[in-house]
């Protein structure tokens, strides 16, 4: 449960600052307590005057004591910063927890492609399993539709053929109904009542396929445990990735392309952030990629600037939106707040090992090629090749994308801005790629 307070607030120096001017403004003096009774700031000989919450959600977090209405009007633009925080907070941490699901199942993608047999997918399966969810008994049942049986192959429990008790009659459910089970106490579930219980909690997913059921995966423990949505949502991948990779050879691939997919929707999902830059990132995936193909790129290379490109703005998930939404120019403290996003990109990508090689593609994609750009003021091929081609692609865009501050350049002129800072900004050898892919139609360019 992410927590903001209110000192924490206030400890802000952007707060601090907007709460100053505002105070400024309204010619008053206030004091300000957090929930716990403690003045974080203000006189306190100050006469008290009213009292206003400050609330987080429902929850009150602290308390603006000053004349009315200027204090009630404080309170409620504290409480307008604290849920905004809040947003930003929630939207850092569910991005980090889907990386991190998608760092988990890719490197389940990969130990599980290959000429492997069901035995050897369900061992693997298993093991990543109990590295992600508590338990003791791991088990798949493959079931034998002919003697209608189940094959049980498990981890820390018996392998014996045929499963029994509990386990059995919560596992023909799943299968029969195709429905995940969640069971922290079976001794409380109607079924189960009055009778003798080997095991306590429970967690059983369907293995589906496009026509079938062929099993079931799950999790059961002697003692009670307290599984939770996101067990079961983790356990529910795991059984769609064994069955697809028993049904299909071609597992590899599909897993290859739902990464680079959910990668991409996470980078427009954090892009719907700046509604002046909607389809920032498909355009800029386009141009990359296509820059790449007029350069006879090797196909992994291509797909480190397809990804690259797709997370090259990642980190202005650390930006705060006063900065990143401002319609007006920005002041030297900001646009040095601006130069740290290719850096929190960075320290995005780091948890992801997969995603280690297109680093320097998103970090650099700011650097100019005459040494002036950050964050490093690289120059020429110091400047990673990827970085380079992302760089061309994403100024094109910027140039030929309306913003809030700005009108979008007619093609030509964008085109001629590419040409007149060749050699400077950008490497002329991606330039030259980018104008032949415009001549030839490799590169589509955006309206």
Same mark, same amino acid.
């Given at each position: 449960?992410?927590? $903001? &307070? %209110?000192?924490?607030?206030?400890?802000?120096?952007?707060?601090?600052?907007?709460?100053? *001017? +505002?105070?400024?403004?309204?010619?008053?003096?206030?004091?300000?307590?957090?929930?716990?009774? $403690? &003045? %974080?700031?203000?006189?306190?000989?100050?006469?008290?005057?009213?009292?206003?919450?400050? *609330? +987080?959600?429902?929850?009150?977090?602290?308390?603006?004591?000053?004349?009315?209405?200027?204090?009630?009007?404080?309170?409620?633009?504290l409480s307008y910063l604290a849920n905004k925080e809040l947003e930003k907070k929630v939207l850092a941490e569910e991005t980090l927890e889907k990386y991190k699901e998608i760092n988990v199942f890719y490197e389940i993608g990969e130990k599980l492609a290959g000429n492997l047999n069901k035995y050897e997918i369900a061992i693997l399966t298993l093991n990543e399993a109990r590295r992600l969810i508590?338990?003791?008994?791991?088990?798949?049942?493959?079931?034998?539709?002919?003697?209608?049986?189940?094959?049980?192959?498990?981890?820390?429990?018996?392998?014996?053929?045929?499963p029994f008790g509990p386990k059995k009659e919560i596992a023909e459910n799943v299968l029969h109904n195709g429905k995940a089970e969640l069971i922290n106490d079976l001794g409380a579930d109607h079924r189960f009542s009055g009778k003798s219980l080997n095991i306590v909690s429970m967690i059983c997913a369907p293995l589906k396929t496009k026509n079938q059921n062929i099993g079931v995966i799950g999790i059961s423990s002697t003692a009670k445990l307290n599984y939770t949505a996101q067990d079961l949502k983790i356990l529910n991948a795991l059984s769609f990735y064994v069955a697809t990779t028993i049904q299909t050879a071609k597992l590899y691939d599909d897993l290859k392309e739902t990464f680079v997919t959910t990668i991409y929707t996470l980078a427009e999902t954090i892009e719907k952030r700046d509604p002046y830059t909607g389809g920032?990132?498909?355009?800029?995936?386009?141009?990359?990629?296509?820059?790449?193909?007029?350069?006879?790129?090797?196909?992994?290379?291509?797909?480190?600037?397809?990804?690259a490109a797709i997370l090259h703005d990642i980190g202005k998930i650390g930006v705060s939106d006063s900065i990143l939404l401002k319609s007006g120019e920005l002041t030297e403290e900001e646009f040095q707040e601006i130069k740290m996003h290719p850096i929190y990109g960075e320290e995005i990508l780091k948890h992801i090992?997969?995603?280690?090689?297109?680093?320097?593609?998103?970090?650099?994609?700011?650097e100019r090629y005459d040494g002036l750009g950050y964050p490093e003021n690289l120059a020429g091929k110091e400047i990673d090749l990827t970085a380079r081609i992302v760089a061309v692609a994403d100024s094109f865009d910027a140039m030929t994308t309306n913003r809030s501050y700005k009108d979008a350049l007619p093609l030509e002129l964008a085109l001629d801005e590419l040409r007149i800072n060749a050699g400077t900004q950008f490497d002329p050898l991606i330039v030259n790629a980018f104008l032949h892919g415009c001549e030839t139609g490799i590169v589509k360019l955006w309206r």
């Open positions: 449960m992410i927590q $903001i &307070s %209110l000192k924490h607030l206030l400890n802000k120096k952007e707060v601090s600052g907007l709460l100053d *001017e +505002l105070l400024a403004a309204m010619k008053i003096n206030i004091n300000i307590y957090g929930i716990d009774g $403690i &003045s %974080l700031t203000g006189n306190e000989d100050i006469e008290p005057g009213e009292k206003y919450s400050v *609330e +987080l959600g429902k929850e009150v977090i602290g308390w603006v004591w000053g004349p009315a209405p200027q204090a009630k009007t404080v309170a409620q633009f508590p338990g003791e008994d791991y088990f798949i049942l493959f079931y034998n539709e002919d003697d209608k049986r189940f094959e049980n192959i498990s981890l820390g429990g018996s392998n014996t053929e045929e920032h990132t498909r355009r800029v995936m386009a141009y990359s990629v296509a820059i790449a193909q007029v350069l006879q790129l090797p196909q992994d290379a291509i797909e480190r600037v397809r990804m090992k997969q995603l280690h090689d297109i680093i320097p593609g998103v970090k650099f994609h700011h």
